[in-house]
């Protein structure tokens, strides 16, 4: 059975002349005692929702993926597929790819990133498990990974967080082949990885990954472990190619006809390319179907819970009714009062509202809590001793913090959020783009967006943060101005089931430029925010803190006989979605001033050649926020004069 998955790596890396064969040919015996005698799946749906997950976080090796897939007789994955490896609108792709076939669990490419997701599907399971009871949730997640899984820095602040948190239903099998592309690991690596685990909180264990009962006894050792498991599973890379065999050269490439013929016959392999005899195939189909059973007392259990109802509506993404009432009470309330808020306090403001009535939000931060205000009073901690917890203190690890949220989203049931300062979406930004590119309900708080934090300097200061998270596609980046949009954006990134959102907001109080609360005009993406008293001389175009700014030009410039408009533009994203016309409309014809605390790259999209543009020309420096307004010239006075030098 393993040796159907080898030659299916090799056929599949033939046919598309490039991919990466060694890994799934080096791992193919430990999975299929994986496949075949541990993991809870039935191809026959393998969307179940008590499903175990299953992590291909070496990418690379695919196939393995692909292989048995098909082997197993999923839907979608036949021969054909097999055969399109690597081709346009193939669900074969390089690497695994959301969406491309039910079976893929999560995205997997970039190294450390499985592993990491994997993480957070975990602790998903630990927490759906206290809310819903274990007759509902009661599952394992299990990855394989590769050498650059773990040297990757992101690994290692996931596999932390899995000891800290004694994920014990979490097994790694750990492709340990001494091989990286490079070649011989001992190159670039000499620690003792074990010890390494070990010190995080996890089990750990050496087994010869090729000896099938070896990797069956770790594996029966892992369910049972309190703690995650790390196996070590001794391989050899490209096992069974004659010349290739233990070396970097079957990593990356295919092995070419005759070395890979003579794969085969050391294999004793004589079936043809994408071939397997019946008798294999059906030990595979049997596998296959070895949930099928489970699978269906569990759905006696559901149709009979209790909770039935919620916890269909949770696994689907859908939010419970009414879950937007206490933000628009609060919205009303807002715009009577008027307060002067920092965005950030004004986002905690909109989560007392968006928490308690979304059961699935589940909030965090890396160690800023007090300073993203992303708790909300009350709410307990994920921990340990309350998996039912709904805040997770993910301490300083932005990108282990950013990955196992998407594993959290992934797994389904949750609404994951996180708090950092903007410039640190930096680290975790591998992370945000993967959540980007696999459509992700992701959450990150973002505080302390600009020069306007002050004193801490150009280290905590932004300015090239904003144009680097608007250059990934399909993230929905918020800067909002006031209360308002605050908890605009907040519904907006709550109710958008198909990618991830972030809030960028400020550390110093702003106030209230909106008046009116009913429609959420943010929803626009951009609209005008304070019309001109004639016919348009100047449109203002700005984000967030320096909407403030704006309107204070907006009246010098009106008192000097400029008719002048101030257009909002918390969400690029969803005003370049808008009509023409909108734009048009918004935009206008007058001359377009930008002013935004940040660099003008991207700007000019909405400025055109002939605007002008007022904020960041490089980092900026340590000193209270209103002197740096006014050193880096990011004031009224300077906007109204560059505007008079173009009007009149
Ligand atoms: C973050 C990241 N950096 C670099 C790469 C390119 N890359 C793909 S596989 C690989 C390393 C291969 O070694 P290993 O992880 O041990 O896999 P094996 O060759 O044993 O299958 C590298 C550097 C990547 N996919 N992701
Ligand atoms: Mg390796």
Not at 237 to 261: V, Y
Request: net charge neutral.
């Amino acid at each position: 059975m393993a040796d159907a998955i080898r030659a299916l790596a090799i056929d599949g890396v033939e046919a598309a002349k490039s991919g990466h064969p060694g890994m799934p040919m080096g791992m193919a015996d430990a999975a299929t005692v994986l496949f075949t005698r541990f993991l809870k799946h039935d191809a026959a749906d393998p969307r179940w929702p008590d499903r175990d997950r299953f992590v291909l976080s070496a990418g690379h090796g695919s196939m393995l993926l692909y292989a048995w897939l098909h082997l197993t007789g999923h839907a979608g994955m036949g021969v054909e597929e097999l055969r399109r490896f690597r081709q346009l609108h193939s669900p074969a792709a390089g690497h695994p790819e959301l969406g491309e076939h039910p079976g893929i669990e999560t995205t997997t490419g970039p190294l450390g990133q499985g592993i990491s997701t994997a993480v957070g599907m975990a602790m998903a399971e630990r927490h759906l498990a206290a809310r819903f009871g274990k007759s509902l949730v009661d599952h394992r997640t299990w990855v394989i990974a590769s050498d650059g899984d773990l040297q990757e820095g992101i690994s290692h602040e996931a596999a932390s967080l899995a000891g800290h948190f004694s994920l014990g239903k979490l097994t790694v099998l750990w492709d340990d082949n001494h091989i990286s592309i490079d070649g011989d690991t001992a190159l670039s690596t000499s620690e003792d990885t074990l010890a390494r685990f070990k010190a995080y909180g996890w089990a750990v264990r050496r087994v010869d990954g090729h000896d099938h009962e070896a990797v069956a006894a770790a594996l029966n050792a892992a369910t049972k472990s309190r703690k995650p498991t790390l196996i070590a599973c001794r391989t050899i890379i490209g096992f069974s190619a004659p010349k290739k065999a233990g070396t970097a050269g079957s990593h990356g490439a295919p092995l070419g006809p005759e070395e890979a013929a003579a794969a085969k016959a050391a294999l004793g392999w004589d079936a043809g390319p994408f071939e397997v005899p019946a008798d294999i195939r059906e030990s595979w189909e049997a596998a296959g179907k070895r949930g099928g059973g489970t699978r269906r007392s569990w759905l006696k259990r559901l149709a009979k819970h209790p909770q039935r109802g919620d916890f269909e509506r949770a696994m689907a993404g859908k939010l419970p009714e009414r879950w937007d009432a206490p933000i628009a009470e609060w919205k009303a309330k807002a715009v009577a009062e008027k307060p002067k808020l920092a965005t950030r306090v004004a986002s905690q403001k909109a989560l007392e509202a968006l928490v308690p009535a979304i059961p699935e939000m589940i909030g965090g931060s890396a160690d800023l809590t007090g300073s993203n205000n992303t708790n909300v009073k009350g709410v307990p901690a994920l921990s340990t001793e309350n998996w039912g917890g709904r805040f997770v203190h993910w301490g300083i690890r932005e990108h282990g913090m950013a990955a196992a949220m998407n594993g959290m989203a992934l797994h389904g049931g949750i609404i994951p959020y996180s708090g950092t300062f903007l410039v640190f979406s930096d680290y975790m930004r591998p992370s945000i783009r993967l959540a980007a590119l696999m459509r992700q309900r992701v959450v990150h708080v973002l505080t302390h967006d600009s020069i306007g934090l002050g004193e801490d300097g150009p280290t905590h200061q932004p300015v090239e943060t904003l144009a680097a998270l608007r250059a990934i596609p399909n993230l929905h980046v918020f800067r909002p101005a006031d209360v308002i949009e605050t908890a605009e954006a907040w519904e907006l990134a709550v109710r958008r089931a198909d990618g991830p959102s972030v809030l960028a907001l400020s550390r110093q109080n702003l106030p209230t430029v909106r008046s009116d609360a009913g429609e959420n005009r943010t929803a626009r993406g951009g609209y005008v925010l304070a019309e001109p008293s004639g016919e348009r001389k100047a449109t203002l175009i700005a984000t967030g803190s320096e909407i403030e700014i704006a309107l204070a030009v907006r009246e010098a410039l009106e008192q000097a006989g400029i008719p002048t408009a101030v257009v909002s533009l918390p969400c690029w994203e969803l005003f370049a979605l808008q009509d023409p016309s909108y734009h048009d409309q918004v935009l206008g014809s007058a001359l377009r001033v930008g002013i935004e605390a940040a660099l003008e790259f991207g700007w000019s999209r909405w400025l055109g050649p002939d605007g002008i543009f007022i904020g960041m020309q490089g980092f900026g420096a340590s000193a209270p926020a209103s002197d740096l307004y006014r050193h880096f010239g990011i004031t009224a006075d300077a906007v109204v004069a560059a505007v008079k030098r173009r009007v009149n």
